[in-house]
């Protein structure tokens, strides 16, 4: 049982930078691997990027590699994703998951949890 609460998104133009940030609750966050999945209009939800648990491991979409981080600090019950060099492709809701999977996924499926999402448009 985890709650999830997005925050950061906005409107932007190409080339510049936004900080995504999720604060969860509830059962202990440190146990449960994150992703962050983005669906733009009329698109599937794809995934962008997950950590484990520990934060050692780390898995990106190729549309993003290079230019999103994605980070967690356990003590805060936080996960970031720094986004940079944003694209006008880039523009999409983006939402946060939490999965108690013990290997963290980067399908839809193995998120257990979900965040209402949070907007990020960026104009060319």
């Known amino acids: 049982q985890v709650q999830l609460v997005e925050s950061g998104g906005g409107l932007v133009q190409a080339g510049d930078s936004l900080r995504l940030s999720c604060a969860a609750s509830?059962?202990?966050?440190?146990?449960?691997?994150m992703g962050w999945f983005r669906q733009a209009p009329g698109k599937e939800r794809e995934f962008v990027a997950a950590i484990s648990w520990r934060g050692r491991t780390t898995y990106y979409a190729d549309s993003v590699k290079g230019r999103f981080t994605i980070s967690r600090d356990n003590a805060k019950n936080t996960v970031h994703l720094q986004m940079n060099s944003l694209k006008p492709e880039d523009t999409a809701v983006y939402y946060c998951?939490?999965?108690?999977?013990?290997?963290?996924?980067?399908?839809?499926?193995?998120?257990?949890?979900w965040g209402q999402g949070t907007q990020v448009t960026v104009s060319s």
């Open positions: 509830g059962r202990t966050f440190s146990t449960y691997g």
């Open positions: 998951a939490a999965s108690p999977l013990v290997a963290v996924p980067t399908s839809e499926g193995g998120y257990a949890y």
